[in-house]
């Protein structure tokens, strides 16, 4: 079956910060990739798609690349900041009959001033 | 303002005591979906619909009922509540569900369930 498999948090940064949180995936076919952000209270918001091999996710200085190759969808931002704190989570659709998201267990980020 | 509403956000309740927590999308979304979150295991999928009067099992869907009689909404009924359902539980709405492709899910805020 289908699995997403993404770093162990949490992890904390300073601001301005480097952030990579690593996302590789099993799944059948070609699956749409995904990562969504759970700000505290709410619930999840997308943040970022590719739904081919090579494409690039972007939004709001948050990138993921698509590849296929290592099965990988690795989220980066180069300067992170106190509002980007949130829970990040990777998950895929495999398309068909599939009629739901799959997610990894999530990261939690803190972003310190 | 577009969303997906729940309702309540806190419950706290004892075993066995039927509850009803409710979704309603004001989108016109034809796909509406039940997940609940637990440390360690992330979001995992109870119930879906894709229309009125369709509705299909997630991954555990053991000791859930869900209806779909208007588009709208998408109750989540648990019938005899056992304290292994406590959890915090989204209820999501998409346009269509087509392998995600341009239809994201839209979430609520949650419900924190507490079975004692």
């Known amino acids: 079956g289908n699995s997403v498999t993404q770093m162990e948090g949490p992890v904390t940064l300073s601001e301005e910060a480097f952030l990579t949180i690593n996302c590789t995936y099993t799944?059948?076919?070609?699956?749409?990739l995904f990562w969504y952000v759970q700000y505290p209270g709410e619930g999840l918001q997308l943040l970022l798609k590719?739904?081919?091999?090579?494409d690039k996710g972007s939004n709001k200085g948050f990138e993921a690349t698509y590849r296929k190759e290592t099965t990988s969808f690795h989220l980066e931002k180069g300067s992170v900041q106190v509002s980007d704190s949130a829970v990040y989570f990777c998950a895929l659709n495999s398309g068909g009959s599939n009629y739901k998201l799959t997610f990894g267990k999530g990261t939690l980020l803190t972003v310190n001033p | 303002e577009a969303q997906v509403t729940q309702n309540p956000r806190y419950l706290i309740t004892v075993t066995g005591k039927k509850l009803t927590v409710t979704c309603s999308q004001n989108?016109?979304?034809?796909?509406m979906s039940w997940y609940r979150q637990d440390p360690g295991l992330g979001l995992r999928q109870i119930y879906y619909s894709m229309n009125v009067e369709v509705t299909d099992k997630g991954d555990v869907p053991e000791g859930y009922k869900v209806s779909r009689k208007e588009k709208r909404n998408f109750p989540l009924i648990l019938e005899s509540p056992s304290p292994n359902q406590t959890s915090l539980y989204f209820c999501?709405?998409?346009?269509?569900?087509?392998?995600?492709?341009?239809?994201?899910?839209?979430f609520g805020n949650g419900t924190r369930l507490t079975v004692t």
């Open positions: 799944a059948t076919g070609y699956p749409s």
């Open positions: 590719a739904t081919k091999a090579d």
């Open positions: 999501a709405s998409s346009l269509l569900f087509l392998g995600g492709s341009n239809s994201p899910l839209h």
């Open positions: 989108m016109n979304h034809e796909y």
